[in-house]
């Protein structure tokens, strides 16, 4: 019984000494994640830098991106590149599922990989620099400019991974596009897997940077977003920046307009920083602010110099106009549409004109209660009135009343000023005239 006792705890020994803390076997081998489905930017870049970074502290056999991207920003494009060339443990660049595509942008990202595949019926190309990012009207000479640089980049991610660089530049200079089975053909990836699982069996074994992949009975761990990075890239989508544009000006106009309701003034500053975080993060038009910025000044003017809307008229012009260029510097896929566009520049023509304008108009009124609208009202006095003071009834009130003219028994009078609880009052023009 003692033996039996001391192997089985020989036997548990052995079996924690070669289990990870989470229970997982150090000997199963174990790959990560991670899917990028959508443009490429600045929440990307956040998202591939944490898989790399935690894919090395677990010391996986590889991290996989599966990538489906239409393309994206030029400089978030560089930063993935350079964490990708820099990552200490092997990075699988996977286009999929079927029918997916490396367009642009995702050119750049699975060429830079350790290993670079691609599922039937996918496509990778088309990496012009007009469609990953900068303006999309530029003079000759920047275009040029910007299209060699693209051109010796992708050149020099081809050549150290030592895959084809003649088409490399060809899909930057000629927007070149081409399909899995043409890509592997001439040397652009390493290989085409139907799946997941095919993917690992035809990896395994593969050397990388001296190290043996083995991946035929890996586990694949899925790295998911975190919720902050989830909620960045809800926010840099095109659509959410301009409303929450919109937020901004209807919050902080609105609390202007309408001192003391505290709330829009609130949401419009959360609204405002949100939106100067994602601007900073993104190449937005300054002329759009700058034409959006003219629109709000026209519909403001409207409430003081009416001009039959011909001010507002062309601030909703200017705004929309602005709103187009806003995100001109930014590929296709960022552009707002005008079915957008329309409604919301009729729902902030309509916000100005009714309750901003009222708001000021609201402001600027004479005022209609407390002690400051008896001011040149009629009253009648109730004793006799000289320096010594009397009184008065005024919209029904009785009220202590000097005046500096003698003033008898039921005359009537003007309140000229009020000091405290005592008013100041005069006789009225035909009674003075009388006298």
């Not at 150290?160 to 660089?165: G, L, S």
């Not at 990075?229 to 919109?246: G, N, Q, S, W």
């Not at 409604?343 to 000021?360: D, E, Q, R, W, Y």
């Amino acid at each position: 019984m003692i033996m039996r006792g001391v192997i089985i705890l020989i036997f548990i020994s052995l079996f924690s000494l070669s289990s990870r803390q989470d229970g997982t076997p150090v000997s199963s081998p174990r790959v990560n994640l991670i899917q990028i489905d959508g443009a490429i930017g600045p929440t990307t870049y956040s998202y591939i830098a944490r898989g790399i970074g935690e894919s090395e502290e677990q010391q996986v056999q590889c991290l996989i991106i599966e990538l489906d991207t239409p393309g994206g920003l030029l400089e978030t494009t560089k930063e993935i590149v350079k964490a990708i060339l820099a990552s200490k443990v092997p990075v699988v660049v996977y286009v999929a599922p079927q029918g997916a595509s490396a367009g642009s942008a995702g050119t750049f990202i699975t060429l830079a990989a350790h290993i670079a595949a691609m599922a039937p019926a996918t496509n990778i190309g088309a990496a012009h620099p007009v469609t990953i990012g900068g303006a999309q009207q530029m003079d000759t000479v920047m275009s040029e400019k910007i299209v060699n640089y693209s051109e010796s980049y992708i050149e020099s991610i081809a050549s150290r991974r030592k895959r084809n660089v003649e088409w490399a530049k060809k899909a930057v200079r000629e927007s070149a596009s081409i399909t899995a089975d043409e890509a592997l053909k001439i040397n652009v990836i390493d290989l085409i897997a139907d799946n997941l699982a095919d993917l690992l069996q035809k990896i395994d074994g593969k050397e990388v940077d001296g190290k043996v992949l083995h991946t035929k009975t890996a586990e694949i761990v899925p790295l998911k977003m975190t919720k902050g990075e989830e909620l960045l890239r809800f926010l840099f989508h095109p659509e959410v920046m301009f409303i929450l544009m919109l937020i901004a000006i209807y919050g902080i106009i609105g609390e202007i307009s309408n001192p003391g309701a505290i709330f829009p003034g609130v949401t419009g500053a959360i609204a405002l920083i949100l939106l100067l975080y994602t601007v900073a993060a993104m190449p937005v038009n300054i002329a759009g602010f700058a034409l959006i910025g003219l629109a709000i000044i026209l519909f403001i003017l409207e409430v003081f110099t009416p001009t039959f809307g011909l001010l507002t008229v062309g601030g909703a012009v200017a705004f929309i106009l602005g709103a187009l260029m806003l995100f001109e510097d930014l590929p296709s896929m960022y552009q707002l549409s005008l079915s957008f566009l329309i409604p919301f520049t009729i729902l902030t023509v309509l916000f100005f004109a009714f309750i901003v304008s009222a708001g000021i108009k609201a402001q600027f009124m004479k005022i209609k209660s407390g002690r400051e609208m008896m001011l040149g009202e009629e009253a009648i006095a109730l004793t006799d009135i000289g320096k010594e003071g009397g009184r008065v009834i005024i919209e029904g009130e009785n009220w202590q009343a000097i005046s500096d003219q003698n003033i008898t028994r039921g005359d009537h009078c003007i309140v000229t000023d009020i000091h405290g609880l005592k008013l100041h009052v005069k006789l009225t023009d035909h009674k003075e005239e009388k006298v």
